[in-house]
């Protein structure tokens, strides 16, 4: 069974920075394209920034400039770099992969979520 847990979420002040990280862990034999959610309360879940296989990253208009998407294909752990963090950027931020991995000795890729870790920016 694959699973992704996030960490680094917290409270910081707007102007601040907080970097997330999400570890995947399981019979993982490679990840292709990882992104961060948030979800708002109140509103819907979305999507923040991907990072593809080869790199290729993409960001919500929101957050670009401020914040970077970075992974350790050696760790099987993607980050969340995020800068100059406002009051809007308050959410629960969820890590979502697509893991290639063997299970029952078949090679699967599926879809798997983390749990989510919130990110509370305020004065």
């Known amino acids: 069974q694959v699973q992704l847990v996030e960490s680094g979420g917290g409270l910081v002040q707007p102007g601040g920075s907080l970097r997330l990280s999400c570890a995947a862990s399981?019979?993982?034999?490679?990840?292709?394209?990882v992104g961060w959610y948030r979800q708002a309360p109140g509103k819907e879940r979305e999507l923040v920034a991907t990072?593809?296989?080869?790199?290729?990253?993409n960001y919500v208009d929101s957050v670009k400039g401020r914040f970077t998407i970075t992974r350790d294909n050696a760790k099987n752990t993607v980050y969340l770099q995020m800068n100059s963090l406002q009051p809007e950027d308050t959410a629960v931020y969820y890590c979502?992969?697509?893991?290639?991995?063997?299970?029952?000795?078949?090679?699967?890729?599926?879809?798997?979520w983390g749990q989510g870790t919130q990110v509370t920016v305020s004065s």
């Open positions: 979502n992969a697509d893991v290639r991995h063997l299970r029952v000795g078949v090679v699967r890729l599926q879809n798997y």
């Open positions: 399981g019979s993982i034999l490679s990840i292709d394209r």
């Open positions: 990072h593809g296989p080869v790199g290729n990253t």
